[in-house]
């Protein structure tokens, strides 16, 4: 089955510590997304890339960091700097046209992480 | 000001019911309509899926957007138990590359 998996499903972090969360998609799509959410205030944008090797900064990028060796991986490491990790993070995944189409957005089933 | 502002709720209908749910923008230039379903601790799904002004109808769901009043709907007819999750509401502007915007969510409880 086609789709976007992530793992563990539930992550503590200990005081200091980096965490990383994993995200693989099998749906060949150009572009990865991390996404936080915190209850009540809906999804905020960590990072995201659109192309293998180049990522860019979302709206709260600090204390956060990834990679994209690969087009079908875009994991997120937590690292200390971040003061308030705890959250539900979402990685999510979508097709890149360059007509002014919209390809659809598609999500994992989430990774949640909180502080020991 | 948000660029997108939901209701967070919660709204409680009865079994049956027909849900409103609701969201407001500012930047008239979006294109693209989005509502999104999410159960409780799971990734959110896609529901509906809209192109500028207009109706589109699934089911038991139908979308609205009103561009002139940068305003969107997302309608439940006959309301179930299972319908019970938070319904984000998304948009973005025209052009593949551009990146979604998503309000607040709003949580749904529909009761037996």
């Known amino acids: 089955d086609g789709g976007i998996t992530q793992s563990p499903k539930y992550l503590f972090r200990k005081e200091g510590q980096n965490v990383t969360l994993s995200c693989e998609q099998n749906l060949n799509h150009d572009a990865m997304y991390w996404y936080r959410q915190d209850p009540g205030q809906g999804l905020r944008l960590i990072y995201y890339s659109q192309i293998v090797n180049d990522f860019q900064k979302g709206d709260i990028a600090e204390g956060y960091s990834v990679s994209r060796e690969k087009k079908e991986s875009f994991p997120l490491t937590v690292t200390s700097a971040q003061k308030n990790p705890t959250a539900f993070y979402l990685c999510?995944?979508?097709?890149?046209?360059?007509?002014?189409?919209?390809?659809?957005?598609?999500f994992g089933s989430g990774t949640q992480l909180s502080v020991l | 000001q948000k660029e997108v502002e939901q209701d967070p709720g919660p709204l409680s209908v009865p079994e049956g019911a027909i849900v409103s749910l609701n969201c407001t923008y500012s930047n008239s230039a979006f294109q693209y309509f989005m509502w999104y379903r999410q159960y409780s601790r799971k990734g959110p799904e896609l529901l509906m899926y809209?192109?500028?002004?207009g109706n589109k109808e699934d089911g038991r769901f139908t979308a609205q957007v009103d561009k002139s009043s940068k305003y969107i709907s997302l309608f439940i007819r006959d309301s179930q138990p299972s319908d019970s999750a938070t319904y984000l509401c998304a948009m973005t502007l025209s052009g593949g590359y551009n990146k979604l915007i998503f309000g607040a969510g709003t949580r749904l409880a529909v009761h037996p």
């Open positions: 999510a995944s979508r097709r890149l046209v360059q007509d002014s189409s919209n390809e659809k957005l598609f």
């Open positions: 809209t192109y500028s002004s």
